[in-house]
């Protein structure tokens, strides 16, 4: 794979000193709702709870298999009324890829499945017993997985938050003709997303993930885009690139170095900066039907709600 030339933007960065990009991505020294050592635990319970309501409420199949490893599974949620044509709403939970479970990120399954819509949440492996390789190979396959079960689909939209919303970002590049089918993939909305992994070699949060250059630039899609700037996945089919306001300067960097290459290239792309959240409530708050995420959520998959 050819180096790309770093923008300046990326390139800013590099003249970090080591404890300044350390603060830079641990999105909790950010918040100013509560205190930093607090955010995190907050934001699972709030998971949690989410996902006891969502699976008490809502009609379920939980721990499907999309695939034959112990990690391929996903938890399938349903609206109340029975139907073979549906959108389908897959989500990849974030935690720097060596943290967060799908039994702890059902936040929006309550307003969406009651607006019809089927939510799946997916499981990868984490590390430091899943590689960034695996963990694309996982989303990908669950992404196949899911049009082959529900091929009369309406749309899939898939979702990914910080780690998740990186794997996400790396379902453009897939083959989909080596997995024998195409998806009806509708619609991308990618929210506090890291989307150049260079920077996080030099940060605690490669301590698990034992991240080299070569896989760092393999498996990041803003230097992926600029490299090849292929479009499998079509250029109609909507991206939404998001951020919280109480987020880092890197965070917001890189979602709007994002966004504008994608705009550059020719897809259908769109920014949106939340006002008033950061990079924990922005998708705690998906509990809520009128929560703004989760309003434009609603209105990606049904236009004219």
């Not at 990186?166 to 009806?184: D, E, I, Q, R, Y």
Request: hydrophobic content about 40%; some cysteine; overall charge negative.
């Amino acid at each position: 794979m050819a180096a790309p030339v770093l923008s300046a933007g990326q390139a800013t960065w590099k003249t970090l000193s080591a404890e300044e990009l350390e603060k830079q991505y641990s999105p909790s020294r950010w918040v100013v709702r509560m205190k930093a050592e607090d955010v995190v635990n907050a934001f699972v319970e709030t998971g949690i709870q989410a996902t006891r309501k969502a699976r008490a409420t809502r009609r379920n199949q939980l721990d499907v298999p999309y695939g034959d490893g112990e990690g391929d599974k996903m938890d399938i949620y349903f609206p109340d009324e029975d139907s073979k044509a549906f959108p389908l709403f897959l989500f990849f939970h974030g935690g720097y890829w060596q943290s967060g479970s799908k039994d702890v990120s059902a936040f929006m399954v309550n307003p969406l499945t009651a607006q019809g819509v089927v939510v799946a949440v997916v499981a990868y492996d984490i590390a430091p017993k899943g590689t960034l390789d695996r963990m694309v190979d996982q989303v990908i396959r669950s992404i196949v997985f899911l049009q082959r079960r529900y091929p009369s689909n309406e749309g899939i939209y898939v979702c990914g938050h910080s780690a998740g919303a990186h794997l996400a970002a790396m379902v453009f590049f897939a083959s989909w003709t080596k997995h024998g089918v195409v998806p009806n993939l509708q619609g991308f909305l990618l929210v506090s997303g890291i989307y150049d992994l260079e920077p996080i070699i030099a940060t605690s949060q490669n301590d698990p993930l034992h991240m080299t250059l070569e896989d760092a630039q393999r498996n990041s899609p803003l230097r992926r885009l600029e490299v090849a700037p292929a479009r499998p996945v079509g250029p109609a089919c909507p991206v939404l690139v998001v951020v919280g306001q109480h987020e880092s300067p890197e965070f917001h960097r890189q979602s709007r170095e994002f966004y504008e290459t994608l705009c550059r290239l020719g897809w259908k792309a769109s920014f949106q900066r939340l006002r008033g959240v950061d990079h924990f409530d922005i998708i705690e708050n998906l509990t809520q039907e009128d929560a703004e995420l989760t309003q434009i959520i609603l209105k990606t998959i049904f236009p004219t709600l």
